[in-house]
């Protein structure tokens, strides 16, 4: 029994995840940047080295920042092929499809409104249906893990869900309260929060990956 169309989408999406995973890292020196640059200039006493270290940061944000939207747009795209390929081995990918393509309307949506609080609920909402998009992956890999045999796979994709689930809660929480903390220095608790999200974040993308190396190889192995 083979998979062949999971196989070559699996490997599409491990690539995806691995650019997701790259971006992140990127989105977080862009924080780390933009948070000196903006520590510089809150100074009482401006000076020709905190001006050169604001500038440096400001351009380091700009640069990781555009990065990051690179990566993910080219992630997105490998993403999106890879689920369209694994779709026709099991119906979860087709799900998952449908939520990946919603996740990315939330987007776009949440960049064009203006309204911060209104754009912030509408991001969460692309969150969600990403997370949700991962779920149905790991769900449909299980399936074809049971068909082949193989436990271990199964085993370890019904743990790592556990543990992407309880991940995506807490990066979600720490979030939500950065989003509400502004001005003055709950801006500094504010972006420590969101760095503390983006750590969470890069675990769950670890734990994720590491389950869909064990089904590319299973995959392979099927073949």
């Known amino acids: ?14 690539r995806a995840e691995i650019l997701k995973l790259i971006s992140y890292i990127c989105l977080f020196f862009a924080a780390v940047t933009g948070a000196i640059a903006f520590l510089s200039t809150s100074d009482d006493v401006t000076s020709a080295s905190s001006e050169a270290l604001s500038m440096g940061g400001f351009i380091g944000a700009i640069l990781f920042g555009a990065a990051f939207g690179i990566l ?21 990918f087709k799900t998952a499809l449908v939520f990946l393509i919603v996740s990315i309307v939330f987007s776009i949506i949440s960049v064009i409104v203006l309204h911060n609080g209104l754009s ?9 249906s990403e997370t949700l998009a991962t779920i149905f992956v790991i769900a ?17 994709g019904a743990t790592v869900l556990k543990l992407i689930i309880t991940a ?9 309260i950065s989003t509400f903390l502004r001005g003055g220095t709950t801006d500094i608790i504010s972006t420590a929060l969101f760095l503390a999200s983006l750590v969470v974040t890069f675990i ?3 734990m994720y990956l590491s389950f869909l190396s064990k089904s590319k190889k299973m995959l392979q192995e099927a073949q």
């Open 168 to 176: 995506e809660v807490i990066s979600f929480i720490l979030t939500f």
């Open 140 to 156: 449909g890999v299980m399936q074809i893990a049971n068909q082949l045999g193989r436990d271990d796979v199964n085993k370890k």
């Open 120 to 128: 912030n609920i509408i991001y969460s909402m692309a969150t969600l």
């Open 1 to 14: 029994m083979s998979f062949p169309n999971a196989a070559k989408g699996i490997k599409k999406i491990y």
């Open 204 to 206: 769950k993308f670890v």
């Open 72 to 92: 993910m747009i080219i992630a997105f795209i490998l993403n999106l092929v890879g689920y369209i390929n694994a779709r026709n081995d099991n119906e979860n």
